[in-house]
């Protein structure tokens, strides 16, 4: 399960070599896209077939490096130059982790209003 303690979530656009490992991530996290791979945040890669994925992730003392392989399907993942990220909320996640678009047209959020 994802370490509940993020601000961010941020999408590596295009294919990456999911051979890389924790430290290769990073490097990629700090020098292609300019991030701090220590921030509290998620940074979230897909191979070239969209059916594998990486989630690495600082928390405290050391990297978390999540790892999924679909047995069927693809992931629906943005295209664009592999140096550049998008940015997607928590919920969007989960809806690409289960196979659905992110390009979903829900309800927005409504903050509970006290009633007079």
């Not at 370490?3 to 999408?11: A, I, N, S």
């Not at 690495?56 to 679909?70: A, C, E, M, S």
Request: charge should be positive; hydrophobic fraction near 40%.
């Amino acid at each position: 399960m994802i370490h509940p303690y993020y601000e961010r979530v941020y999408l590596a656009c295009g294919p990456t070599d999911l051979r890389k490992s924790i430290d290769g991530l990073a490097v990629i996290v700090k020098e292609a896209f300019e991030l701090d791979p220590f921030a509290p945040a998620l940074f979230v890669f897909c191979n070239r077939n969209k059916d594998k994925l990486k989630i690495l992730q600082w928390d405290n003392n050391g990297f978390w490096l999540y790892y999924k392989r679909l047995e069927r399907g693809t992931f629906s993942w943005p295209s664009g130059p592999s140096n550049q990220t998008q940015v997607i909320s928590p919920r969007q996640l989960r809806w690409l982790l289960d196979g659905i678009s992110i390009q979903q047209s829900a309800h927005r959020e409504v903050k509970a209003r006290t009633i007079l």
